[in-house]
């Protein structure tokens, strides 16, 4: 009798340790699984990327159209101990050059602003431009997102629309132009009677 209940215990063992060893991989759940949080995904609409040594932060190109004039947004990080001017260019139109401090960044969100014209992309495509920095010399081909005002948080960085008043000064300053604000006429002198 006692046989009996030692093997009904083993067996009861035995089941129990399959079952748990069922659950454990059909669930997924192992040890050599890494955890989803180990892996960063940043939270942006632009692209990361690097070219040699500066880092591109969330960047993208605002515009209303492939013909339009689109501003470029982000941030540009130098991680070289020495100053740096980027250079970006599209298939057409004048090249934007944006400096950075040594071991700095450079918010593009900030007047004046960075435009390329034409934008050369319809809002939702991607639209390929030349990124250069003169600390290393090195050029990369990169491929930016076009978006239009559709996202609230854009919509105070867009470029003019076709048609429309110029913006707040400083908003679209072409790169290197000082920021000028609106001329407004003169007063009339009142006449005199």
């Known amino acids: 009798m006692a046989t009996t209940t ?6 009861n063992v035995a089941v129990a340790l399959t079952l748990g060893a069922v659950l454990l991989t059909g669930t997924g759940c192992s040890y050599d699984n890494p955890a989803e949080t180990t892996k960063i995904t940043p939270a942006t609409n632009g692209i990361n990327t ?24 982000g941030t540009v990080f130098n991680t070289s101990s020495t100053d740096a001017i980027v250079t ?3 298939n057409s139109g ?12 450079t918010s593009l ?20 431009v030349s990124v250069s920095e003169d600390s290393t010399g090195t050029s990369a081909d990169v491929q930016l997102p076009v978006l ?23 908003s679209t300053a072409s790169p290197g132009t000082p920021e000028t604000s609106p001329t407004s006429p003169s007063p009339s002198p009142s006449p005199t009677h």
């Open 50 to 73: 690097v070219v040699g040594a500066i880092k591109l932060a969330d960047f993208l190109i605002l515009s209303h159209g492939a013909d339009q004039p689109g501003r470029i947004m």
């Open 148 to 170: 239009d005002s559709t996202l609230p948080e854009y919509q105070s960085y867009m470029p003019a629309a076709p048609g429309s008043p110029p913006a707040t000064p400083g």
């Open 88 to 90: 970006i260019s599209g």
């Open 94 to 105: 004048p090249k934007v050059s944006i400096p950075v401090k040594a071991n700095g960044s």
């Open 6 to 11: 030692l093997l009904a215990g083993i067996r």
């Open 109 to 128: 969100a900030q007047p004046p602003a960075m435009m390329l014209d034409p934008t050369a992309g319809a809002p939702g495509s991607m639209v390929t």
